[in-house]
Every structure is written in structure tokens, then in C-alpha cells.
């Protein structure tokens, strides 16, 4: 299971890696309707004070984005005022006299979620909501943005929640050695500035600094405002032309940044850290955002080399190699030349061959070794981005606000097509030539301390094949894209302590080749149609998806079927998958909250079940035989213990046929499927504690027991999450963080079980806070089961839940997990549309009785601490 540590986190440069991917192009034919119909209807307006507006409705789900970017970032800071850009963006979600401190909550009420970011060359700020609240958005940005009113105590408040946010970044490995790697590469120039800030300058930062930064940025003719998804264009236009047109435009500094110097020699930087595995990243100077054709060349570049399973550096490092954790290529699309880069992780005895490996790969580039069959595929999936991305409307209005502000050309998004067409294996070949010389790139190795140097018409149907296998077919026309999600009754819940990861790591093997086609066949085909294929894992159950488009699906799904009846598990791909699961593990070392969570779990649940840990252990891995595997598989993947789920624009009778003919011969077993521990049973509080030499904070997860999703109280103990501990006007948030400033992250959880579940309530602290922040996360508990909770914060959480539900809908691909995932639970299809209804007939009795009865009894406290010094 992930879980996502909710909190006001910039996105910063991982905003940046992944905005290329939000809005492709799709192909010609059948797959073109897609974006034709929101390209002929995308407008970019001006207002009279040279404010941009940008207009992309679609049909789909009642569900817009209003986005509002800025044309500034890092590198137009004053070295004295470094990070202040993100910290601004920060203080911008206090709000204006009107809003002071409810940002948030008015958004959440409305069913909506909002964030922001900061990158080098740009600050975004989003708000999401259900259709009928765009105009409310529209005005409520607008007047964030406008009409901030801050304090000398929310600048005090703001300012230790962005330092914290530094100190969590520096206690992830990956985390600080992007920032490390970044600095290093650009040194002097401005895009070297990290973009947090140091302790010295965020520390500098005055309100004053702020009205400065405000009036001199913040203006009409450095925005643009998009507004995207299922909305009024003209009533839309009409609101943003209220909000935002009485600003009065002015003249911008001007910003002239130095040349980026060139690189001569390999440069070498070592950074030491207490960790179990080696990192490395090698980096070049890539293309710079206007360099349009060089950045689809290398757009290109990236998928040959690392977008896939059947991609080279996968192929030959991940799969053939079988020394790394994890290897890949990237590149950051920015104003100014950016950094095009090859990254691995490895243990570190394996750095020399790992290196090599990696230059080898850039090496036969450079020489030409370049195919048309490669070129074509990459262009392919490329292309066929679009269909999936443009369901949702955050993805299209992020993408259009980039390219209007970093390149001035918003709908270079619908020129993408006609430019990829285009490239050729040599075009390709000779960007790499411009850009990369193996004798002149920055290396930085990270080592171990003693390491050496609703939307259109749709209809559902349940349907029950003789054998037990269940099939939830579910039309929808409005979109262009068809996902099937398939569902098996494993999971940690039917493991015990001595095959503690046998079902992720079964799942995984089914992946790795079929009868007829090898792993790298099967993934190349999948690329060639546009597809993806994936799995993923959770405690009740594992997942198989396959996502396609209206013209592609029947070819991929023999492919689907092969996989999920066919799976070759052979030796070889037996013990690569191994190998790998064991540098996982060893690597999940590294992850903080995964080893308190895992902590957790085996507290509330033991050593089986519920409570072993998804990966397994180095032991129980290490113990596991094909012969195991082939047996567990024989065992659960039946049919009468399979729902297989689809959702999209798809003929329901021909689906129904091809569904029936490939799956009506398998047998059923008739046998009940053999669980672990899927309740809790505690004799009394335990507070299990590791202590870590790498930690800077401490790193706390409290679990009580919770109904599981067949209870009645299900839908009570959501809304009770959502008041505890979800989102920024939960009382954690507001308590712990804003209040009391015990903690940078805090937040909770409340994870759907078919037994016995859990709510999870976490905070990322410094050390000498620890135990008040557990008393004050029992104190916050303690009050809402004795003196329980007002109509408004119960309507606020019962309307950010539907909100959450409403969102998470947004593509077919969520839309099919959802109702195959409540069925495989046991809730059965009906919840997928009763949903809200049982969270709008939450009481406030309801919720005082529930947490009286869950917050009185035994749970546990799992702690990682730094390691006290001698």
C-alpha cells in the first residue's frame, strides 16, 4: 500500500519532470475526436490589462479546474530573499480579511480540493471543483491572490512550516540528492538557487519583503488564469473578467540571466549519507523550453530509453543486469536551458558496473544505434498520452498554464502532433550529439556513511459466469478510453508469517512473460497500441489494469487474458524477480514512513494477515520457490474468487461476449480462500520505537481499530477521518500545525478493509515534540468522543468526502477500480452509487457514538526517532 503524507507541499521540480507528460496529442482517426472537440473549443482571451484567460471546456464528469500561473519562480529572487517565491506561495493560502485562515475549508466545503506550486521560472496556484462551483473558485483565487492579509503571527506560523518542509526534504535520500544534484550542475546562475530557500534567507523574509514581492509579480500582464473541464465558457469568462480586471497592469523588472557555462570535463561530486543503497545521477545540459523541436526529440529519447517495460535501460539494467533497485532517464522542461540526466540505485559494490552500464546505453545513441521500429513506438505511446490525460481537468488547464507562461504558446500542446510525426531516428540521434559528450557531464553519487568514496449517459450491469467469476460491465461515451481493472481475493490477508509477500510478489511474476510471449513481447505490443499494463497490490485483494482507447482495446485484451490465465513462471523470471524484491526490500530501509507504518500494522494485527508487510520480509523472500509460487497462484487466482471491472466507451454486448469466451472455460474451486489476521485484538497500548541515526525528525503513526467496509459505521468513521485528520482544515492540521506548531505534516487515514480496518493518524515532528504530539493527537480524539462535533464541521467533512469520491471518478480508470474494488471487498456494486447518500445521512450523534466506541479502546503508537546521542 502507498500512503500519501497529506500536507501544503510544493511540488516544486517534480512539477516540472512531469508536465510534458499532462497534455499530449492524440493520433489521427477515431482517437483524433478526443482532441478536436477540445481543441476547436480552447480560447486564450486577453482582459484590457493584459491579463491572459484560457478556456478549455470538455464534457466528462461535472468537475473544473481553475488554475492561475505566474511568471515568476526561483531564479528571479534576490540572492538575499532566496525562497521567497515558495514561501509566498505558502502565505498566499492564509486569505484576505474575508477568508482569514478558511481557505481551505470553504474550498473542501464546496467538494474541492486545492494546491500550489513553485518551480524556477514559475509559481501555479489550482483549484479543483464539482462544476457547479467554478464561478465561486473563480472569485475565491482571485481574491486570494488580490487581497492577501497576513500577520506578523502567520509570517512566524508560515515560516517554521517552510523550514520543516526543508528538513523533510533532507531526510528523504532521493529528495535532497535532486536538490543537491541541481545545485551542483548550475552553481552560480540563478536556477541554482534552491528553490526552499536556505535557513538564513527564508529566515530574512519580512512582511514588507512580501507586499514587495507582491506588487512587483503579482500583476495582470504576468498571469494567465485557465479555467478547464465541464463549465459555461462565457459565464466563466464573464467571472474571471470580475475577479481579476479592475488589477492594474505594470511594468515587470528586467531579467537578463547569464549563460549557463559550459562543461569541459567530468566533474565529480560524493555526498555522504546513512543509507543501505548507492544513488547516482550522470547529467548533461538538455534543451531549453524554446528549443521545441530538440525537446520532442528528446521527448522521444526518454521513452526508448526508459518508458517502458520493454525499453532499453529496463531491458538491459533492470531485467538483464539485476544489480539495481531502480534505473531510469529524465529530463526537467524549463524556460532556460534545463538538465537532461540517467539515474540508478544500486548496492553499492555494483557502482562501477551500474556507471558503465548507463554510459553504454548514451554511448550507442551517440553512434546511431537507433531503430524505426523504437522511434515509432515511443511516438506512439507519446501521442496516445492525450486520451488518458485529457480526462481530467487539472492535467489539461496545467499544461496549457505552463506552455503560456515558460514558452508564451498555449496551445503548442496541439502542435505536439504534427511535430512528433515528424522525427526520425537521426533527428533523434542528433540532439543527442548537440547536447550529451561522455567526456564533460557532472556525476553525483550519493554513498553509504562507510561506503568507499456524472458525467455522459451511462449503464452497469453485474453479471455471474457459471464458474464464479464476476464481471461489472459500465458504458461511457463520453470518453475515448476503455479500462479494465481485474481483481483476485489475495492480499496480505491471506498470508501468514511464513509467506509474508508471496501475493505481491505473485502478481508481480504474472507480468514477467506468459505462455506465448515473453515480458518484453508483451510490453512492446502493449506500447505499440497505446496501451498500459500494470499491477498493484492491496491487503484484501491484487489488481491487473489495462488501459486503452475505443480503437485499441480489442487488441490489447487478448494480451489482458493472457496474463491474467496464462502466466509462464518461469525460472529465470522467477529468480530476476527475486533478486529485485530483495534490493527492494532492502532499499524500503530507506523509507521512514513505510518502516512505522509496517511497525504499525504488525502491532494492530501480528505477524500474519493484515499485519505482514506487502513486500514480505528478506527472510520469507529469501525462503520462497517457484513451486510456491505456482501453487498460491493455482490456489486463489480462480474464478470464483475474481471481479473483473470495466468502464468506458465500449460496446456493453460485445464486451459481454469477449469477456464470457475468455474466461467461461476456467474452473472454478468452490473452496472458501483461507485468511491471516484480519482483526485486532490488543490487550492493552503499545508503543513500539526505533531509533535511526539518518533521522532529523521524529516520524509518529498512532492506529486505532476501525469498522470495516460491510459496517454500518463504515461511512461514519470517513467522515470522522476527514474531521480528525484529512486536509487543512482538519483539527489536526489546525491544532497541531497551526496552532501549536508541534508539526510540519500531520494527517490521517482510513484505509477500506473487508475485516477489521484501522484509522491511522500521523505527524512528522521534531524530536522534542514527540510526546506532545501524541497527547494532543489523543486529546483531539478524546474531545470529538466526548463532546462530539458541530453540524458545520460535520457538513464541511461530509462535503469533502463527496468531493474526494467525485474526484477520484474523473477517469475511467478510477471510475472501473472503484465499483470492481467495492464488489471484491464484499459491499457490493450498489455502494459505488450509495456512497454519498450514506455519507450525507452521517449525524453528529453518529459521529460522538463511533469515536466514543473506536477512541476508548487499546491501540498503538509506532515512533521512528533519531538516534540519541552518546
Known amino acids: 500500500m502507498s500512503v500519501r503524507i497529506a500536507a501544503r507541499l510544493s511540488l516544486c521540480t517534480l512539477a516540472v519532470l512531469t508536465l510534458w ?9 477515431q482517437r483524433a475526436l478526443a482532441l478536436d472537440s477540445i481543441r476547436d473549443d480552447v480560447t486564450v482571451t486577453s482582459l484590457d490589462n493584459g491579463l491572459t484567460v484560457i478556456l478549455a471546456p470538455k464534457d466528462g464528469a461535472p468537475v473544473a479546474t481553475v488554475n492561475a500561473w505566474i511568471g515568476v519562480g526561483s531564479m528571479h529572487e534576490p540572492p538575499e530573499h532566496n525562497g521567497i517565491a515558495h514561501f509566498f506561495e505558502h502565505m498566499i493560502f492564509y486569505g484576505s480579511e474575508e477568508y482569514a485562515g478558511t481557505v481551505d475549508a470553504v474550498i ?33 483565487l482571485a481574491d486570494m491572490l488580490i487581497n492577501g492579509h497576513y500577520t506578523e503571527q502567520d509570517l512566524q506560523t508560515e515560516r517554521d512550516v517552510v523550514l520543516r518542509e526543508g528538513d523533510q526534504r533532507n531526510d528523504d535520500p532521493d529528495s535532497y540528492l535532486a536538490y543537491q544534484s541541481w545545485e551542483a550542475f548550475y552553481g552560480d546562475h540563478p536556477y541554482g538557487q534552491p528553490i526552499l530557500g536556505t535557513t538564513e534567507t527564508v529566515s530574512s523574509i519580512t512582511l514588507e519583503t512580501f507586499e514587495e514581492w507582491l506588487d512587483t509579480y503579482y500583476v495582470p500582464n504576468n498571469m494567465t488564469v485557465i479555467v478547464a473541464g465541464d463549465f459555461d465558457p462565457d459565464a466563466a469568462l464573464q467571472a474571471v473578467d470580475n475577479a481579476f480586471g479592475g488589477m492594474e497592469p505594470r ?4 531579467f537578463n540571466p547569464p549563460e549557463l557555462s559550459p562543461r569541459t570535463a567530468i566533474e565529480t561530486l560524493e555526498i555522504a549519507r546513512d543509507i543501505e543503497q548507492e544513488r547516482v545521477r550522470l547529467m548533461w545540459r538538455g534543451p531549453a523550453a524554446q528549443d521545441l523541436d530538440d525537446q520532442i526529440a528528446l521527448d522521444v529519447l526518454l521513452y526508448v530509453l526508459s518508458g517502458g517495460r520493454s525499453s532499453r535501460i529496463y531491458r538491459d539494467i533492470v531485467r538483464d543486469l539485476g544489480v539495481v533497485t531502480s534505473a531510469d532517464a529524465g529530463y526537467f522542461t524549463t524556460q532556460l536551458p534545463s538538465i537532461f540526466q540517467l539515474s540508478a540505485q544500486y548496492p553499492p559494490e555494483r557502482a562501477g558496473v551500474v556507471r558503465a552500464a548507463l554510459l553504454d546505453q548514451m554511448e550507442r545513441v551517440l553512434d546511431g544505434d537507433l531503430t524505426e521500429e523504437e522511434v515509432e513506438t515511443a511516438k506512439t505511446v507519446l501521442i496516445a498520452q492525450w486520451d488518458r490525460s485529457a480526462e481530467r481537468s487539472r492535467s489539461i488547464a496545467s499544461t496549457l498554464g505552463f506552455y503560456a507562461t515558460v514558452m508564451g504558446q498555449p496551445n503548442f500542446a496541439f502542435e505536439y502532433l504534427d511535430r512528433i510525426r515528424t522525427i526520425t531516428p537521426d533527428d533523434i540521434v542528433q540532439m543527442a550529439r548537440k547536447y550529451v559528450d561522455l567526456g564533460s557531464q557532472l556525476e553525483v553519487r550519493m554513498v553509504p556513511m562507510d561506503a568507499e568514496a456524472p458525467a455522459a449517459d451511462t449503464s452497469e450491469d453485474l453479471m455471474v459466469l457459471d464458474n464464479g467469476l464476476r464481471l ?14 481485474t481483481f483476485v481475493g489475495t492480499g496480505t490477508s491471506v498470508e501468514t508469517a511464513a509467506n509474508s509477500g508471496i501475493s505481491t510478489f505473485t502478481n508481480a511474476l504474472m507480468l514477467r512473460g506468459t505462455e506465448d510471449q515473453t515480458e518484453e513481447e508483451i510490453f512492446l505490443d502493449i506500447e505499440n497500441l497505446g496501451a498500459t499494463l500494470g499491477q498493484s497490490q492491496l491487503p484484501d485483494m491484487a489488481n491487473v489494469t489495462l488501459v486503452a482507447t475505443a480503437d485499441t482495446w480489442t487488441e490489447a485484451f487478448p494480451i489482458y487474458v493472457d496474463v491474467l490465465t496464462r502466466p509462464a513462471f518461469t525460472e529465470e523470471e522467477f529468480n530476476r524477480l527475486k533478486t529485485e524484491r530483495l534490493l527492494d526490500l532492502e532499499a524500503s530501509l530507506d523509507d521512514k514512513f513505510g518502516v512505522i507504518y509496517d511497525q504499525l500494522l504488525a502491532g494492530l494485527y501480528g505477524d500474519s494477515g493484515y499485519g505482514s508487510p506487502e513486500l514480505g520480509t528478506l527472510d520469507t523472500i529469501e525462503a520462497l520457490t517457484l513451486d510456491n509460487v505456482k501453487e498460491f497462484h493455482s490456489r486463489h487466482y480462480v474464478p470464483d474468487n475474481m471481479v473483473i471491472s470495466v468502464t468506458g466507451n465500449v460496446d456493453p454486448q460485445l464486451l459481454a461476449l469477449r469477456l464470457e469466451s475468455a474466461f467461461e472455460s476456467l474452473e472454478g474451486t468452490g473452496d472458501s480462500i483461507e485468511h491471516g489476521s484480519r482483526t485486532i485484538d490488543l490487550a492493552a497500548t503499545m508503543e513500539p520505537t526505533v531509533a535511526r541515526p539518518d533521522a532529523n525528525l521524529a516520524w509518529i503513526v498512532m492506529g486505532y481499530p476501525a ?19 484529512s486536509g487543512a482544515a482538519s483539527r489536526m492540521f489546525t491544532t497541531l500545525r497551526e496552532e501549536q506548531g508541534l508539526a510540519y505534516s500531520t494527517g490521517s487515514f482510513f484505509p477500506s478493509r473487508s475485516g477489521t480496518s484501522h484509522l491511522a493518524l500521523y505527524a512528522i515532528v521534531l524530536p522534542d ?25 460535520l457538513d464541511l467533512a461530509v462535503n469533502r468526502e463527496i468531493g474526494s469520491f467525485i474526484r477520484r471518478r474523473e477517469t475511467s480508470s478510477g471510475r472501473a477500480f472503484d465499483i470492481g474494488w467495492y464488489e471484491m471487498l464484499g459491499a457490493g456494486i450498489q455502494l459505488d452509487t450509495e456512497y454519498p447518500d450514506r455519507l450525507r445521512a452521517v449525524t453528529t450523534e453518529d459521529v460522538q457514538r463511533v469515536a466514543a466506541d473506536y477512541f476508548n479502546r487499546f491501540h498503538v503508537v509506532s515512533v521512528l526517532e533519531p538516534e540519541a546521542s552518546e
Open 21 to 29: 507528460l499532462a497534455l499530449l496529442p492524440p493520433v489521427s482517426g
Open 108 to 140: 473542501e466545503g464546496w467538494g474541492g480540493t486545492s494546491n500550489a506550486s513553485t518551480s524556477f521560472d514559475w509559481t501555479q496556484y489550482y483549484i479543483t471543483v464539482p462544476s457547479q462551483h467554478v464561478e465561486d473558485a473563480v472569485a475565491m
Open 251 to 254: 511594468e515587470l523588472p528586467e
Open 472 to 485: 461489472i460491465l459500465r458504458q461511457d461515451t463520453s470518453t475515448n478510453v476503455v479500462a479494465f481493472q
Open 707 to 725: 469498522p470495516g467496509v460491510g459496517d454500518d459505521d463504515y461511512a461514519v468513521m470517513k467522515v470522522i477521518n476527514s474531521i480528525v485528520g
Open 769 to 793: 515534540n514527540k510526546e506532545s504530539t501524541i497527547a494532543g493527537i489523543r486529546a483531539i480524539l478524546q474531545d470529538v468522543a466526548e463532546n462530539g462535533v458541530d453540524q458545520d464541521e
